[in-house]
T-cell receptor
Framework: ETGVTQTPRHLVMGMTNKKSLKCEQH?????MYWYKQSAKKPLELMFV???????ENNSVPSRFSPECPNSSHLFLHLHTLQPEDSALYLC?????????????????FGPGTRLTVT | QKEVEQNSGPLSVPEGAIASLNCTYS??????FFWYRQYSGKSPELIMS????GDKEDGRFTAQLNKASQYVSLLIRDSQPSDSATYLC?????????????FGQGTTLQVKP
């Protein structure tokens, strides 16, 4: 868990609040990811960043706004969330994506932020 | 719709037995496959990756890949109670290194002493 850290670990917020989730990786990776894990649903990829550039937005509502200031840090800004957005939000990192012929880009997860929207 | 299918279980095996976990996927061009272990209340932990057809062994774990059948499995030998967890199969979506993993629902494994 120490390779990828996430704060806060738990967050309760009202639907009108604005909050941010933070992720930091210490693995020297250049790609970072946000995932959502809801009860009884598979892990869902939300965003992919490669060298600070967003390469994937998996049809995520605009109330989730990612930010990647550098290859080691990733944020997820939250505003006007809905109760159904309550879930475990996981950050992951890997070597850069998109290298031709390179398949071995294992992703390593942080401990997650358990979000409850009231 | 790209999908990864797993039997949700629970799969119950006695201590010392072989646990066999299976996964099928729909994207024919996928080339990278991963198994994660997730304990209750924890985040997924990578335990195996496999890229070529055949078997790959790492300690008590063996991953098996058959791209023609679009099938990947994980065998756990000499199962221990500490192996009790949910095992997630993840498949790279698209050809090459896209970074886009599609996860299965996960199979819950219970190893009984």
């Amino acid at each position: 868990e120490t390779g990828v850290t996430q704060t806060p670990r738990h967050l309760v917020m009202g639907m009108t609040n604005k909050k941010s989730l933070k992720c930091e990786q210490h693995l020297g990776h250049n790609a970072m990811y946000w995932y959502k894990q809801s009860a009884k649903k598979p892990l869902e990829l939300m965003f992919v960043y490669n060298f600070k550039e967003q390469t994937e937005n998996n049809s995520v509502p605009s109330r989730f706004s990612p930010e990647c200031p550098n290859s080691s840090h990733l944020f997820l800004h939250l505003h006007t969330l809905q109760p159904e957005d309550s879930a475990l939000y996981l950050c992951a990192s890997s070597q850069e994506v998109g290298l031709a012929g390179d398949l071995s880009y294992e992703q390593y997860f942080g401990p997650g932020t358990r979000l409850t929207v009231t | 719709q790209k999908e990864v299918e797993q039997n949700s279980g629970p799969l119950s095996v006695p201590e010392g037995a072989i646990a066999s976990l299976n996964c099928t996927y729909s994207d024919r061009v996928s080339q990278s496959f991963f198994w994660y272990r997730q304990y209750s209340g924890k985040s997924p932990e990578l335990i195996m990756s496999i890229y070529s057809n055949g078997d790959k062994e790492d300690g008590r774990f063996t991953a098996q890949l058959n791209k023609a059948s679009q099938y990947v499995s994980l065998l756990i030998r000499d199962s221990q109670p500490s192996d009790s967890a949910t095992y997630l199969c993840a498949v790279n979506y698209g050809s090459g290194n896209t970074g886009k993993l599609i996860f299965g629902q996960g199979t819950t494994l219970q190893v009984k002493p």
